[in-house]
C-alpha cells in the first residue's frame, strides 16, 4: 500500500472511540474526519475524545459536509440494525466512499433483508465503490476463517464453530447483553424484550452455506441462560448460585434435516476453558483452537481497519468477507 | 459458481493423478485434457491411469494441441524448480489459460526469481489470465493462514510457525525427502547434494513479509537430522537408534537483527506431538493450533483445486494466496 487512505469515522461510542485510537497507530491511514450525532462530542478533537493524541479533526455533526470532503472510505459505527443505518449508509455510498461497517446484519443481508442488499449493491455500483460488514464475528471467527479453513479439504460434510468467552474479562455493556446477574425470570423477560442475544449468526451461517454451495432448509437459533453452580464475580457484577451467569446461544443451519453448520456461543462469568474452535468435518477433518479465545474487542476494531486496503481492491458492490481479497494486518 | 469450469490436466505423477481423482468429485470442475512426457502413459484414459472412473480423455503427449482446446485454467504439477517449468507456464499463459501450480517457488518468486516473475506476470497480464503457485506449504500453513489470522490483530511483532508431522504415515517419498532411515553421515550427503529439504520455507517467509509491509534484512535456513533415540519403524523404512528418524528444518526471516518470522518444520517417524500451530505475537497475540496437524497429500492438491474459482476471478497477472479472493472449499 504505497499511498495514504484517507478515512472518514462514522459514529464514536465505544467502539468508535477504539477505532479512532486504532487508526492513528496506522502509518498509512490518515482520519480526515469524524461524524457524531452527539452534540457534547461535537468540536472536540476526535482524538483527545478517543483517548489517544490529538490528531487536528474535529468531531462534526453535519455529515453531509464531512462527506463531501476528499477521502476513500467511511468506517461507520453507528448501529447493529441495517434499516436503522440504511440512510447513513447510502449517504455514504452516493459521495462516492466506501464503508467498512460493524453493523452485524451487514455482514450478509442477501437472504433475510434482499431489498436492502439490491439497494446497497446497485448504489455501490453506481458509484464505483464498495461496502462491508465485518468484525471479529460476524466477520471472522464463526464464518471467514472456517471458510477459509476449508481450502486445505477436498470434501466437507459439516462445519462446526465453538466461541467459548469466560465473560468476566470483557466490558460492563458485554457482561449485561449476556444477562450476567439476571435471575432466570428476568434473563427470560430481557430475552423476549431483544435485550439478551448476540446479533450475526444467521448472516454468518448464510455466509458460510453460499460460499460451500449448500441450499439450507432452515436456520434456527435458540438462546438459554447459563445458571450458576456457585457464586461467581467480575468487577461489575455479583452472581449468586441460581442466578444467571451468561448465556449459551446456539444458530443451526440445516440441509434435508441435517445440521450442516452449528455455531455455538457460551459467554458467561467464570467460563473454565475459554476457546475458539472451528471443526470442518470432512476430508481432512480439521479441528482448529485458539486457546483462550480472541479478545472480541480488540479483534473487531482490527478487523474493520485491516479490511480497508482489501476492500479498496475489491471489485464495486456489497461485498462479504468472502468476497474481498485476504485481510490481514499491516504495518507500513 | 453457476458455469462449469473446464480444465487441463499438466503433469501426471502421484500429485497429478490425485489432482485427477479430486477433479473428478466436483460437479463445477470437467476436466478437457491430460498431458504427460511419459509415452507410456500417453493415450490411456486419464481417470483410469489415476484410479478414478473413466473419464473420457486421453493422456497426450502434444502439449500444444492439448493447449488449444477451450478451457479456463490448467492445473501444472511438473516439478518444484520455477525454471525448469517456466516453458510450460509460459505455453499456457500464451494459450490464455490461468495455471494454478505446486511449483513450490512459483508461490512468491517476486523477490529470489525477478526477472521470471516479471515475465510471467506481463505476459498474463496480455493474455488477460492469472497466474498462482498454491498447496498446503507453501500456500496455506506456514503464510496465507497466519497473513489471514493477523486480521484479527491490531498489531503484530512477529510470527511463528510450527508443523510437527508424524512422517510414518506418509508415502515413501517423503520419508526419503526427509531422510528417514540414513546415518548421519548420510543424511549430510544427501542434504549437500539437494536431495533432503523441504522447498518453500523462503518463499513462505517473503510472502508474510510483503504482506506485513516488513523490509527483512536476511532470510536464513537450516536443516538437521533427528536421530532416533530408541528404533522406529514404518511400513516402509526400518530405524535404528542413532540413524537419522527425519529432520528439523528451521527458515527465519530478519528485520534489524530481530527474528521476525520463524518457520519451523520437524517431520520425523515417530514423532509423538503432530500438530500445526500458528503464533501470531502481537496485540492480542493468538495461538491456532490444528492438533494432529493437516494431511499434506490431501490438503495441497485440495488447495489447488479449491483456489480455481477465486483465480478465475482476480486480476489477470502472476498472483499469490495473499492477493486473490478468499480461496474455499465448495461443493456445487
Same mark, same amino acid.
Given at each position: 500500500?504505497?499511498?495514504?487512505?484517507?478515512?472518514?469515522?462514522?459514529?464514536?461510542?465505544?467502539?468508535?472511540?477504539?477505532?479512532?485510537?486504532?487508526?492513528?497507530?496506522?502509518?498509512? *491511514?490518515?482520519?480526515?474526519?469524524? @461524524?457524531?450525532?452527539?452534540? !457534547?462530542? +461535537?468540536?472536540?478533537?476526535?482524538?483527545?475524545?478517543?483517548?489517544?493524541?490529538?490528531?487536528?479533526?474535529?468531531?462534526?455533526?453535519?455529515?453531509?459536509?464531512?462527506?463531501?470532503?476528499?477521502?476513500?472510505?467511511?468506517?461507520?459505527?453507528t448501529g447493529s440494525s441495517l434499516p436503522r443505518i440504511l440512510p447513513q449508509l447510502e449517504a455514504c455510498l452516493s459521495a462516492g466512499k466506501s464503508v467498512v461497517s460493524t453493523c452485524e446484519e451487514?455482514?450478509?443481508?442477501?437472504?433475510?433483508?434482499?431489498?436492502?442488499?439490491?439497494?446497497?449493491?446497485?448504489?455501490?455500483?453506481?458509484h464505483g465503490v464498495a461496502v462491508l460488514g465485518t468484525g471479529v464475528n460476524p466477520g471472522f *471467527?464463526?464464518?471467514?476463517?472456517? @471458510?477459509?479453513?476449508?481450502? !486445505?479439504? +477436498?470434501?466437507?460434510r459439516a462445519v462446526e464453530v465453538q466461541r467459548h468467552q469466560d465473560a468476566a474479562i470483557r466490558r460492563l455493556p458485554f457482561q449485561r447483553k449476556i444477562?450476567?446477574?439476571?435471575s432466570p425470570a428476568e434473563f427470560d423477560t430481557q430475552f423476549r424484550q431483544g435485550h439478551i442475544r448476540h446479533v450475526g449468526f444467521a448472516q454468518s451461517i448464510r455466509l458460510i452455506a453460499?460460499?460451500?454451495?449448500?441450499?439450507?432448509?432452515?436456520?434456527?437459533?435458540?438462546?438459554?441462560?447459563?445458571?450458576?453452580?456457585?457464586?461467581?464475580?467480575?468487577?461489575?457484577?455479583?452472581?449468586?448460585?441460581?442466578q444467571c451467569a451468561?448465556?449459551?446461544?446456539?444458530?443451526?443451519?440445516?440441509?434435508?434435516?441435517?445440521?450442516r453448520i452449528t455455531l455455538e456461543l457460551e459467554a458467561y462469568l467464570g467460563h473454565p476453558h475459554?476457546?475458539?474452535?472451528?471443526?470442518?468435518?470432512g476430508q481432512p477433518t480439521l479441528r482448529s483452537t485458539v486457546e483462550g479465545g480472541v479478545d472480541g474487542d480488540i479483534a473487531t476494531c482490527a478487523m474493520v481497519i485491516n479490511a480497508l486496503p482489501a476492500l479498496l481492491q475489491a471489485r464495486p458492490g456489497l461485498r462479504t468477507m468472502a468476497d474481498i481479497p485476504l485481510t490481514h494486518w499491516q504495518g507500513a
Open positions: 500500500m504505497a499511498n495514504t487512505l484517507r478515512i472518514i469515522q462514522m459514529g464514536l461510542g465505544p467502539i468508535g472511540q477504539r477505532l479512532v485510537q486504532y487508526l492513528a497507530q496506522r502509518p498509512y *491511514l490518515e482520519l480526515v474526519g469524524a @461524524i457524531d450525532i452527539d452534540p !457534547a462530542k +461535537q468540536g472536540q478533537d476526535v482524538g483527545l475524545l478517543s483517548g489517544t493524541r490529538a490528531l487536528g479533526v474535529e468531531v462534526s455533526g453535519d455529515s453531509e459536509a464531512v462527506l463531501r470532503r476528499e477521502a476513500h472510505a467511511v468506517v461507520l459505527t451487514l455482514a450478509y443481508p442477501f437472504d433475510d433483508q434482499p431489498a436492502i442488499a439490491s439497494r446497497l449493491d446497485e448504489l455501490a455500483q453506481r *471467527l464463526m464464518d471467514a476463517l472456517p @471458510i477459509f479453513l476449508s481450502s !486445505a479439504c +477436498q470434501d466437507v444477562g450476567a446477574g439476571l453460499r460460499s460451500f454451495g449448500w441450499t439450507l432448509d432452515q436456520v434456527t437459533e435458540s438462546v438459554e441462560p447459563v445458571i450458576a453452580a456457585v457464586p461467581t464475580a467480575s468487577s461489575f457484577i455479583q452472581v449468586e448460585k441460581g451468561g448465556l449459551r446461544q446456539v444458530g443451526t443451519g440445516l440441509a434435508a434435516g441435517q445440521a475459554p476457546r475458539d474452535t472451528v471443526v470442518i468435518h
